[in-house]
């Protein structure tokens, strides 16, 4: 809708911030592929990433992001994330021990335990199974406050540093705690002699190719800031739509059901059985078409360009709108509606390569995200093995902060399966929606 109303470019006005939207997959194409060295990752938005997450890999520049760049992709080769899946499955093993759910049909907030579930899946892949639990909350629990403070501190740029912005004191607590928490995490860490697979463990270990030299201790705390907060977030968000959407789509639900019983057959899943997971996968890919966690991501033009037709003058402020890109009429049939098979490849061949986008794209697209998406589907095949979901009549809104998430929570029908039953009979209360569309 919104392509529709503005076009393919236009303008956006948020009081204290102005800049240039992108709607169309070649304009994504043109800032973060074909003419990436003219779009900077500098202005209010970066700067309020760069103030949490600190000079980390996803807001470096230049020959400092090169480097670790170099240090980092290795890490999330197909061999590498081969051996963090058992990581990965025994967190959600532990995480979705809901003895709070029966085989009685009950109304929870489904949504309000993902960050729990994906900081605890999250915190084993990169810093171990041994990783003290009760720091891996307190960093959780920290990077909600600081993620919305730093929306309210990008729109509130221009104004003076003295003047007080709403949670400005609880967003300096709670980065201080993050930064004490993630330091206290790498030393622990450090003091483990037994190596491992998990990514801290590879991180302090590793060195750079051309020089020789590895990351010091401000580089791993900025680098363990952005990998567990960068992929806590989104993939906690992108879970929440994903279960919202299931249950307003119960076909899809009956259908991931299915292929979750074909393939575990009652048992936890094992590495080789993420490659079977086809359905879960699209399932995933689908809720972040229609609601991408990171719903722009914007850049600075560093010299005069044109994009579309419209004149980009030096120092513009250039953002693709990835939400507006994944429902973009001419790339997607009934852009508003839930579809996962979109991503069979049958169908997906011949789509616009930037026309779904929710890692970025380019030298600079996110290097986490086959682990993000080998998370989120796991997690999402172990949820729907073991609890049956519907919906309720509970309404849920997209909240646009630096995330979009689901603004009032998103409360579900859900009880327990039946130990060893293999499909189900989609038995739907009577307060379920049965809207065909995505809401």
């Given at each position: 809708r919104?392509?529709?109303?503005l076009?393919d470019?236009?303008?956006?006005?948020?009081?204290?911030?102005?800049?240039?939207?992108?709607?169309?997959?070649d304009h994504?194409d043109h800032?973060?592929?074909?003419h990436?060295?003219n779009?900077?990752?500098?202005g209010?938005?970066?700067a309020a990433?760069?103030?949490?997450l600190?000079n980390?890999?996803?807001?470096?520049?230049?020959e400092?992001?090169?480097?670790?760049?170099?240090?980092i992709q290795?890490?999330?080769?197909?061999?590498?994330?081969?051996?963090?899946?058992?990581l990965v499955?025994?967190?959600?093993?532990?995480?979705?021990?809901w003895t709070?759910?029966?085989a009685?049909?009950?109304?929870?907030?489904?949504?309000?335990?993902?960050?729990?579930?994906?900081?605890?899946?999250?915190s084993?892949?990169?810093?171990?199974?041994?990783?003290?639990?009760?720091?891996?909350?307190?960093?959780a629990?920290?990077a909600?406050v600081?993620s919305?403070?730093?929306f309210?501190a990008?729109?509130?740029?221009?104004?003076?540093?003295w003047?007080?912005l709403?949670?400005?004191r609880?967003?300096d607590?709670?980065?201080?705690?993050?930064?004490?928490?993630?330091?206290?995490?790498?030393?622990?860490?450090?003091?483990?002699?037994d190596?491992?697979?998990?990514?801290?463990?590879?991180l302090?270990s590793?060195?750079?190719?051309e020089?020789?030299?590895?990351?010091?201790?401000a580089?791993?705390?900025d680098?363990?800031?952005?990998?567990?907060l960068?992929?806590?977030?989104?993939?906690?968000?992108?879970?929440?739509?994903?279960?919202?959407?299931?249950?307003?789509?119960?076909?899809?639900?009956?259908?991931?059901?299915?292929?979750?019983?074909?393939v575990?057959?009652?048992?936890?899943?094992?590495?080789?059985?993420?490659?079977?997971?086809h359905?879960?996968?699209w399932?995933m890919?689908e809720?972040?078409?229609?609601y991408?966690?990171?719903w722009w991501l914007?850049?600075?033009?560093?010299?005069?360009?044109?994009?579309?037709?419209?004149?980009?003058?030096?120092?513009?402020?250039?953002?693709?709108?990835?939400y507006?890109?994944?429902?973009?009429?001419?790339?997607?049939?009934?852009?508003?509606?839930?579809?996962p098979?979109?991503?069979?490849?049958?169908?997906?061949?011949?789509?616009?390569?930037?026309?779904?986008?929710?890692f970025?794209?380019?030298p600079?697209?996110?290097v986490g995200q086959?682990?993000?998406l080998?998370?989120?589907t796991?997690a999402l095949a172990?949820?729907?093995?073991r609890?049956?979901l519907?919906?309720?009549?509970h309404?849920?809104?997209?909240?646009v902060?630096?995330?979009?998430?689901?603004?009032?929570?998103v409360?579900?029908?859900?009880?327990?399966?039946?130990?060893?039953r293999?499909r189900?009979?989609l038995?739907?209360?009577?307060s379920?929606?049965s809207?065909r569309?995505?809401?």
């Open positions: 919104q392509t529709q109303a076009g470019v236009a303008r956006l006005d948020l009081g204290l911030l102005h800049a240039v939207t992108l709607h169309h997959p994504v800032v973060f592929r074909a990436h060295r779009y900077l990752k500098e209010p938005f970066w990433i760069r103030s949490v600190g980390g890999l996803p807001t470096s520049s230049g400092t992001w090169r480097r670790h760049r170099r240090m290795p890490q999330f080769s197909r061999s590498r994330l081969d051996a963090l899946t058992t499955i025994d967190a959600l093993e532990e995480s979705l021990d709070d759910v029966g009685a049909w009950q109304t929870l907030d489904v949504g309000a335990r993902m960050p729990h579930l994906t900081m605890n899946v999250v084993a892949s990169i810093l171990g199974s041994h990783t003290s639990r009760a720091r891996a909350q307190a960093v629990r920290e909600v600081t919305e403070h730093s309210r990008m729109i509130a740029h221009e104004l003076p540093s003047l007080p709403p949670g400005r609880r967003f607590r709670g980065l201080a705690k993050l930064h004490r928490e993630v330091r206290q995490l790498i030393d622990e860490r450090r003091r483990r002699a190596g491992g697979d998990d990514l801290l463990a590879q302090i590793v060195t750079d190719d020089t020789g030299v590895g990351m010091d201790d580089q791993l705390i680098e363990t800031m952005s990998l567990l960068a992929g806590y977030d989104t993939t906690s968000t992108g879970l929440q739509w994903c279960l919202h959407l299931l249950t307003r789509y119960p076909e899809h639900l009956a259908r991931l059901r299915e292929e979750c019983d074909a575990l057959r009652g048992h936890a899943p094992r590495a080789e059985d993420l490659q079977r997971l359905y879960a996968r399932v890919q809720a972040l078409r229609l991408p966690p990171l914007p850049r600075m033009a560093a010299e005069d360009d044109e994009i579309g037709g419209h004149a980009i003058t030096k120092g513009t402020i250039v953002a693709p709108i990835l507006a890109v994944h429902r973009h009429p001419d790339f997607w049939s009934q852009p508003e509606c839930f579809d098979e979109r991503f069979d490849p049958a169908r997906a061949a011949g789509r616009h390569p930037l026309a779904w986008v929710p970025g794209a380019g600079r697209k996110c086959e682990l993000s080998m998370e989120a796991l172990m949820i729907t093995q609890f049956e519907a919906a309720t009549t309404t849920v809104r997209a909240q902060q630096t995330v979009m998430r689901p603004a009032d929570g409360r579900l029908r859900i009880r327990r399966r039946p130990a060893r293999r189900l009979d038995v739907a209360p009577a379920a929606s809207s569309m995505a809401r």
